[in-house]
């Protein structure tokens, strides 16, 4: 029977939830028809929209895994941690936003929140992202995921796919810039390489915290005592090694694009300072002109060749042996020979 508006769904929480057989096959279930137990064989993955206030009472009942645990994963803070409670693992990590248009943003700004077990990963976000989605999508079209940590792995590659065709399509804008500015005839024009390399920082950023996260749980299953399963620790290994290569990435792009930054205001630099020094010139050359033209110009008694028939000619040979004197001097000083 078709739900009423009025009606409360049975988990309000809930957004979808998928359970994994033996061999790694998910299927969809009904998000009205209440929370399902974690199964035998195979797992389970919940989704949840962590802004409802209902979520409390199930973390403190245990239903999302230890309950310290869980509440230290879904809390507010969006700081990129990770959490472990024996066999139990807690990931805060950053995710791509995906506006209500269906638009996906290229910065992973937000944040999904994951517990994960032996047989449950339960994530869960605040503003709707991109990872869950495009990770149920895969497993309804055919992908096997044989346990709840290649799951994780496959969250993780969502977002590291999006950095590293982001790291790509920044290197392709660079590298057109720099042919730009190797090309004498063009303009040197900062103004593309800033918006470049704001996004290149920020994502940069966001991807130091998502390796700093993995870092740290690659650390924490060499300890001894770790209770983590073995899945878990080879996925921590992989996704370290993926992460760092990206990082690695995003840092080259980050200085080449500071660096061509620097290239680019030194170049106009100089060529302010070439034309200022060719108004130097010139205002060096016409000064003693204009100090012969403002003394033949005095409204006074005697001024000399004011009775002479050529006295205007000989005025301009004046004004041009004086800027042929000053130019004299500073071929002589070495200052036209410096701006070559």
């Not at 005697?302 to 004299?328: K, P």
């Amino acid at each position: 029977m078709q739900r009423l508006l009025t009606d409360a769904p049975t988990l309000p929480c809930l957004l979808f939830a998928l359970v994994f057989d033996a061999e790694g096959r998910g299927r969809l279930l009904d998000a009205d028809s209440g929370l399902p137990e974690p199964v035998a064989e195979g797992f389970l993955w919940l989704h949840l929209d962590l802004v409802d206030a209902r979520l409390d009472g199930l973390i403190a009942a245990g239903r999302f895994g230890p309950p310290a645990l869980a509440a230290a994963t879904f809390a507010r803070d969006g700081h990129q941690r990770v959490v472990i409670e024996g066999a139990d693992l807690g990931l805060v990590i950053a995710d791509r936003e995906r506006e209500f248009g269906g638009r996906i943003e290229d910065e992973p700004a937000g944040r999904l929140h994951c517990v994960l077990g032996p047989h449950l990963l339960v994530s869960g976000r605040r503003h709707a992202t991109a990872a869950a989605e495009a990770a149920r999508d895969a497993v309804l079209a055919g992908r096997r995921v044989s346990d709840p940590a290649g799951l994780l792995e496959m969250l993780v590659a969502n977002v590291a796919a999006s950095l590293d065709a982001s790291a790509r399509r920044f290197s392709d804008e660079l590298d057109r810039i720099e042919d730009r500015m190797l090309d004498e005839d063009q303009p040197d024009d900062p103004r593309p390489l800033a918006p470049i390399r704001r996004q290149a920082v920020r994502q940069h950023r966001q991807l130091a915290g998502l390796s700093a996260v993995f870092h740290r749980l690659e650390s924490e299953t060499e300890e001894e005592e770790d209770a983590l399963p073995e899945a878990v620790v080879s996925m921590a290994a992989r996704v370290v090694q993926r992460l760092d290569s990206l990082h690695r990435d995003m840092l080259v792009l980050s200085e080449r694009s500071r660096l061509l930054q620097d290239e680019i205001a030194g170049r106009t630099a100089a060529e302010t300072n070439r034309q200022l020094f060719t108004l130097s010139i010139l205002t060096a050359l016409f000064l003693p002109p204009t100090l012969v033209t403002g003394v033949f110009g005095m409204n006074t008694k005697g001024l000399f060749l004011g009775e002479f028939e050529n006295g205007s000619l000989l005025a301009l040979v004046i004004c041009a042996a004086a800027a042929l004197a000053v130019y004299g001097v500073i071929r002589r000083l070495g200052l036209v020979k410096r701006r070559a």
